[in-house]
């Protein structure tokens, strides 16, 4: 995360990989918090790279993609704890502030160029 982050401001490498394996940005906002409110319960939703192609999914508990032979580049948590102050049960509206304001683009281009070597 980073102060300004988030946006559509997304390095050009991994911007073009979004696009070719999801559809655009835009679809893959839209599939990233689709991912996290629909994680019943508590867990995370997540960027990754499998089989060399960029996936969203979501996982329960402290679980993360690696167990599903993924690499992981950007994770939001969605147990009740990372929100409940500023949100109280409007988890959707945490999504998109995150994926809006939050996300450190650069550094997800810097993990997926070392999840694609």
Request: contains cysteine; glycine residues 10%.
């Amino acid at each position: 995360m980073k102060p300004q982050g988030g946006g559509d401001k997304i390095p050009g490498k991994l911007e073009k990989k979004i696009a070719a394996d999801l559809g655009s940005v835009a679809k893959m906002k839209e599939e990233f918090i689709q991912a996290g409110v629909t994680q019943f319960g508590s867990g995370w939703c997540w960027l990754a790279v499998k089989d060399g192609q960029i996936v969203v999914t979501k996982t329960p508990n402290g679980e993360n993609p690696l167990v599903h032979g993924a690499k992981p580049i950007l994770g939001c948590d969605v147990w009740e704890h990372s929100y409940y102050i500023d949100y109280r049960n409007r988890r959707p509206d945490y999504l998109k502030a995150f994926v809006d304001n939050l996300v450190n683009w650069e550094y997800v281009a810097e993990l997926f160029e070392a999840a694609t070597k």
